[in-house]
């Protein structure tokens, strides 16, 4: 019995894309998909019903914050993630690895894990491959991570081959660590940053290690964008075709079409509720920061396209007021519009799919969202 | 056509307190009746799907605050309050007069109107009788409150005959600028402090001026309990039966009960989400201060005995949480809640009011809030 199975639907004859659904103990969501990120056992500003409203088949949680706060004993104790904070869908939780590398002061890389200091308390914490499956085992996540090495962007070829040797090594501690195969799946992570040849290696080792899902780390941390595109496209190949891809981190509405399109199946982002509690918003002419001061007296909605509960019920008058005023309200609007701009931005992107259309798709929504356009500004 | 009229239903045989019914332009509400105040054209964290949802049948909003952010202009270009927050239940507009008495500082009453600081960016700024009718006519809200003078406490007895008496011309000014009485009713302010003969000159002042309905102003502004409830005692009863009087400004529980019981229809105050944004819930066995350590983990609702939509899903670990990590979702859950136990409330009374027994009611609600105890500590 494996927790995890991924059901291939159909490859877009146009593009090469891939759609299909993911089986896990919470139930199905389809791919490609979106997953918007719940850190610490809640989803920025929004409720459960809100995510459920807008389309969320799944969300993702992190490791290490829940970890620190509330403690993954606490969130065992409560019956784990999903009944702790009120999701009965799919959960995917990270390993802990990216934020011990970049939100943690003084860390040291051993062998045996990571020596690093709480990015709150400053107290001296030690993360390893076990302990990361340890804890995400208590949190009870459809999906877990394995605990893998975060190299910096850019890093030497001699750099990124021992941290790809060390990323094999941690995955296999990961999957003895793991102590509830049947419930929960845990996914392996490629790294080998911009090296074709350590992209190769680092599929073939994981892949040889069977997990039921991979995902491809260590991009969206600064490289230009036709960088990410170039692994996509010499990595995909080397992962099966009979298990999910996740590429982690990403989350613009260019970088999820371009990713699909390289065979890419999940993607996971804070960046739609993060501008949301700056005021920015995603729309289909781009992107529309509604703080400014000319959005003062314009009764019209965020997205004039756009069949949302906030578009549908308030103008971007109102919730400029409200942002400018900090009201917490003001952050749940544009929260519950901007991951239902993706969440739908998905879903259009499977039914092109399903028409054999996507790279048709993309060429009319770059054009409608302004990015076909010289020095065209993304988020 | 008037704006507002007052259906009055019975008159508790224990307690003397009175149920009611109070017909608006933008439909009817119960009364005894607590309002949630939407200071900024948001009830803070909430929507107002959720204020429904908790069965919230009229809210509060400040004209004062509207004025400065985002301005009554912009909200009348949007089609007036209802619309620009949409809310399509009644609203009532506080006058600013007692923010301007106490937000502001240097200001100076004269009896054109009062000169003082806007709070936020120290512009000078000017509010009379008629500016503040302007302002409301503006927003366009169901019931409008007259310009008083709100006098500080302790005030001697000749302050409070001259505020008195300003209040009363004041209360004329303001009747004459009122353009919008078929849309809008407009409430009368009865000041007069602690003092008896001034309390009965201030409500004969204004009920000869016959407004739709009258406020008891001046209290829950640090004066003890005792004084509240004998002011209302001697105040209630120079109000006509016939038009619904607003005790300003209160939300305790206790005070709820103690107002209805002296003859009180409607209630405001900031208290049930103010203290939900410090962690605090109002809950059947008193106050709980959730973001307390020993509640880390604590697996019940905040109030076993509460029915919300909070207490059947979450717990006071998931909560605390939530509240220690400042996330937004937390202080919804406990806005939420606590606003749900103020509404409730008042369903209770104002079925004890039906059943002739409110005194037994509040005794009974004492005992379980744990407000008969000596030193009792309230909110």
């Known amino acids: 019995m494996v927790a995890i199975r991924y059901e291939h639907i159909k490859t877009c004859r146009q593009s090469g894309a891939r759609l299909g659904k993911v089986h896990t103990p919470h139930g199905t969501f389809e791919t490609p998909i979106f997953m918007p990120v719940g850190t610490l056992a809640t989803v920025k500003t929004m409720s459960p019903e809100e995510l459920k409203e807008i389309g969320s088949q799944i969300i993702l949680s992190n490791t290490y914050h829940l970890w620190l706060r509330p403690g993954h004993d606490i969130v065992k104790e409560a019956g784990g993630l999903h009944k702790f904070m009120n999701w009965d869908r799919p959960i995917l939780t990270d390993s802990g690895g990216f934020q011990v590398f970049s939100l943690s002061a003084l860390r040291k890389i051993e062998e045996e894990g990571v020596h690093f200091r709480n990015h709150l308390s400053g107290e001296k914490l030690f993360l390893s491959p076990e302990g990361a499956m340890e804890i995400q085992n208590a949190l009870g996540s459809d999906i877990m991570m394995a605990f893998d090495e975060c190299p910096p962007y850019p890093a030497t070829y001699e750099y990124m081959l021992k941290s790809v040797e060390r990323t094999s090594r941690w995955a296999e501690r990961c999957l003895e660590g793991h102590k509830r195969p049947e419930d929960q799946g845990l996914f392996g992570i490629v790294q080998g940053g911009e090296y074709e040849d350590l992209r ?38 080397h992962l099966p075709h009979d298990k999910p891809r996740y590429l982690m981190g990403v989350g613009s509405p260019d970088a999820l079409i371009d990713g699909t399109i390289r065979g890419i199946d999940m993607f996971d982002c804070v960046l739609p509720t993060r501008i949301a509690r700056n005021g ?38 109102y919730i400029r007021h409200l942002v400018k005023c900090d009201e917490t309200f003001g ?28 790279l048709d798709f993309k060429e009319e929504f770059f054009e409608m969202y302004g990015l076909n356009k010289p020095n065209a500004k993304n988020f």
């Not at 491809?216 to 960088?227: A, F, H, R």
């Open 331 to 358: 952050f749940r609007l544009t929260s519950y519009h901007n991951l239902y701009f993706l969440l739908k931005l998905m879903e259009q992107v499977r039914e092109a799919i399903r028409q054999d259309r996507l």
């Open 280 to 317: 920015t918003c995603m729309t289909s002419s781009g992107r529309l920061v509604v703080r400014n001061a000319k959005y003062a007296k314009d009764y019209r909605p965020l997205d004039e396209k756009c069949d949302c509960h906030v578009c549908k019920n308030y103008t971007r008058a």
């Open 200 to 237: 190769k290696k680092s599929a073939e080792d994981l892949v040889s290690l069977d997990f039921p899902g991979y995902a491809v780390g260590g991009l969206s941390v600064g490289e230009p964008k036709d960088v990410m595109n170039r692994v996509l496209e010499f990595t995909t190949p």
